[in-house]
């Protein structure tokens, strides 16, 4: 087993800045990668950014490159999603996952296996 729980979320004025963080505990050895999705009222889970447990590797959707930044912390087992430049369209549910199995697409919800409580981000124009 995997929990994960979300922090960090707010609310916060379109351009500013917000970092979530999602601290990962239990069977952490057993992780491949880590990703950040969101998901907007009416609207499906969209895939946001994703990092290798190692750190090493991160993708991160298009809708948020270059304003986004997915990192971690190996010593706190924590993933973190450092958001500048937000806009309004942002607003959402923001949950980070964790995948334990090679061969999934990194977009997919259906290639994690263990998922947070989500954390609410708000954005104002």
């Known amino acids: 087993q995997v929990q994960l729980v979300e922090s960090g979320g707010g609310s916060v004025q379109a351009g500013g800045s917000l970092r979530v963080s999602c601290a990962a505990s239990g069977r952490t050895f057993s992780i491949l990668a880590m990703g950040w999705f969101r998901q907007a009222p009416g609207k499906e889970r969209e895939f946001v950014a994703r990092i290798s447990w190692s750190g090493s590797i991160t993708y991160h959707a298009d809708s948020v490159k270059g304003r986004f930044t997915i990192s971690r912390d190996n010593a706190k087992n924590t993933v973190y999603l450092q958001m500048n430049s937000l806009k309004p369209e942002d607003t959402a549910v923001y949950y980070c996952?964790?995948?334990?199995?090679?061969?999934?697409?990194?977009?997919?919800?259906?290639?994690?296996?263990?998922w947070g409580q989500g954390t609410q981000v708000t954005v104002s124009s």
């Open positions: 996952a964790a995948d334990l199995a090679q061969g999934g697409a990194v977009r997919d919800t259906g290639s994690y296996d263990y």
